[in-house]
């Protein structure tokens, strides 16, 4: 049972637009930055989003982060087939905490 | 950019130490300002961090694992590494090293990965 809960799977077609849901405390979410990892089949996971809506460099525009009292969403605009991944979110409670993880499938 | 790469035996026997070292490249540890981490994704599961270390060797686990888990740095290496003592087959998984988001002297989360290593506990 992990700390954040998020669905296990989202789906969408190309050119939709789907959110990513994460759902925390007050000791987590609530307090601290959320962060969104993207996972391709077989690789590391990928920083996406850091400090609740902050892109690194080289991640497109087309994902966005947003953070409202304890919980969390990652949006996804433009979806595009290479974006069929898994997604997580993390934050701090006393230690780095992840979400269950959400399997997108570009339909 | 930084890069990290994982290294250690991918076979350990049960009750046994798993050791793996992360070198780091594309930057120094020593420079300090950056948490060291550790991370372990079991078989098509989730991701659950293990620890982290700073420079100067001050550490902090994952409370669910701290009994079990060591992690050390050798600044002059540029590696860092990790221990976890009596595996038993539920510490199979892959084991990611990353270096952490960090800012005015707090850090958060991963946010550069190494590629990941598998370890596999069995006799």
């Known amino acids: 049972q992990s700390v954040l809960t998020q669905p296990p799977s989202a789906s969408g077609t190309p050119g939709q637009r789907v959110t990513i849901s994460c759902s925390g405390s007050s000791s987590n979410i609530g307090s601290n930055y959320v962060y969104w990892y993207q996972q391709l089949p077989g690789t590391a996971p990928k920083l996406l989003i850091y400090r609740n809506n902050q892109r690194p460099s080289g991640v497109p525009d087309r994902f966005s982060g947003s953070k409202s009292g304890t919980s969390a969403s990652l949006a996804i605009s433009g979806l595009r087939s290479e974006d069929e991944a898994d997604y997580y979110c993390?934050?701090?409670?006393?230690?780095?905490?992840f979400g269950g993880g959400t399997k997108l499938t570009v339909l | 950019q930084v890069q990290l790469q994982e290294s250690g035996p991918g076979l350990v026997k049960p009750s046994q130490t798993l050791s793996l070292t992360c070198t780091v490249s594309g930057g120094s540890i020593s420079s300090g300002g950056y948490y060291w981490s550790w991370i372990r994704q079991h078989p098509g599961k989730g991701l659950e961090w293990i620890g982290y270390?700073?420079?100067?060797?001050?550490?902090y686990y994952n409370p669910s694992l701290k009994s079990r888990v060591t992690i050390s740095v050798d600044t002059s290496k540029n590696q860092f590494s990790l221990k976890l003592s009596s595996v038993t087959a539920a510490d199979t998984a892959v084991y990611y090293c990353?270096?952490?988001?960090?800012?005015?002297?707090?850090?958060?989360?991963?946010?550069?990965w190494g590629q990941g290593t598998l370890v596999t506990v069995s006799s």
């Open positions: 993390a934050a701090w409670d006393d230690s780095v905490v």
């Open positions: 990353a270096r952490d988001d960090c800012s005015g002297g707090s850090c958060y989360s991963p946010y550069y």
């Open positions: 270390i700073y420079y100067s060797g001050s550490t």
